[in-house]
């Protein structure tokens, strides 16, 4: 399975971006979908986690401001990102969780600058 995010770039702080992730298998309803993102000198943290049955976790950082979806017929996920300010700015990675294997995709770089 390959991963393969879309969507990064530069916003100014108070902008908005939507990352989709595009999967070369099938995501399949059993499968965890994850956003995560790495800043520099920073650990990787999971932003958002959405299950099959649609439970969703965020991180407390981006509760109200990202959303999460998947549309498992197209293998395709997204995270919406709206008020985005500078502390958000990192490499933002999609991950699937599927029968015992995680697989990620290269990242998208976020930069939230005036």
């Known amino acids: 399975v390959q991963l393969v995010e879309s969507g990064g770039g530069l916003v100014q702080p108070g902008g908005s971006l939507r990352l989709s992730c595009t999967s070369s298998g099938n995501i399949f309803r059993s499968d965890i979908v994850d956003w995560y993102r790495q800043a520099p000198g920073k650990q990787r943290e999971l932003v958002a986690q959405?299950?099959?049955?649609?439970?969703?976790y965020y991180l407390d950082s981006v509760k109200g401001r990202f959303t999460i979806s998947r549309d498992d017929e197209k293998n395709m996920f997204h995270l919406e990102m709206n008020s985005l300010q500078p502390d958000d700015t990192a490499v933002y990675l999609c991950s699937i969780r599927a029968l015992g294997a995680t697989y990620w995709g290269q990242g998208t770089q976020v930069t939230v600058s005036s």
């Open positions: 959405i299950s099959g049955a649609r439970f969703t």
